[in-house]
């Protein structure tokens, strides 16, 4: 006998039953063949200070936080990457030996990693990059692309003032569009990156005109489920390089596995078949 855990981690949200990270994780797990395990834990805000001081008490070493505790969690954290601070958000915490709750924000390096293994070539500095939605998601993918290299952001929210909020706050570099203006921003943009849930499963449909978009360019949907949406589709006809938004999600969960269960995932075709079941 030995008094050794085996290490669980978990994704906390309200709702979470739709969640596929536990099929990430999981796949990870049995492909490397280590101990432990990967839950999604339903968790209301008015729980959530609670149930994160306990968790390390029953073995978990770490859990993903998503919608609507990305912000909250922030002040329940004792340390905060700088990234997450940038971000004003957290996606990944890690419960340290010495008791410490550590929070970062893995979203911008999913999204970066995805366009680099979806569009080999990309290159952030020819051109603008075009941002639909001024949501969390935005901030991380404003944030990620700057850092990569991209001179200049246009950004273009259904209200004007959260994307206005967001010039404030990144600067210079990001250029406010109206949103009744959106399909023209796209006829200078090298890269377009949608962020809102427009085109997803059971929400609006994505209306923005994209006869404006370039050949060539790189674009990509956040929204992953359907796998190829509308924006997508019109990108391909196009001539335009396309990266959808399931690769986000697996390689924004490869540093929080790395850290809680010492390998570091690769994130290849069986991890994406893995999640597709």
Known sequence: MTDHKIPLAGVIGHPIAHSRSPLVHRHWLKTYGLPGDYVALDVRESDLEDVIRTLPKMGFVGVNITIPHKVAILDIADIVTDRATLIGAANTLIFRKDGKIHADNTDGYGFIANLRQGAPGWKPSTGPAAVLGAGGAARAVIASLIDAGTTEILLSNRTRPKAEALKSEFGSKVSVIDWVQAGNMLEEATTVVNTTSLGMTGAA?????????????????????????????????????????????????????????????????????????
């Open 205 to 277: 449909e994505f209306r923005v005109p994209l006869d404006g978009l370039r050949r060539g360019a790189v674009v990509t949907d956040l929204v992953y489920a359907p796998l190829r949406t509308k924006l997508l589709e019109a990108a391909d006809a196009a001539g335009c390089v396309t990266v959808d938004g399931l690769g986000m999600l697996l390689h924004q969960a490869v540093p929080g596995f790395e850290r809680w269960f010492g390998v570091r995932p690769e994130v290849d075709a069986a991890t994406r078949a893995a999640v597709l079941e």
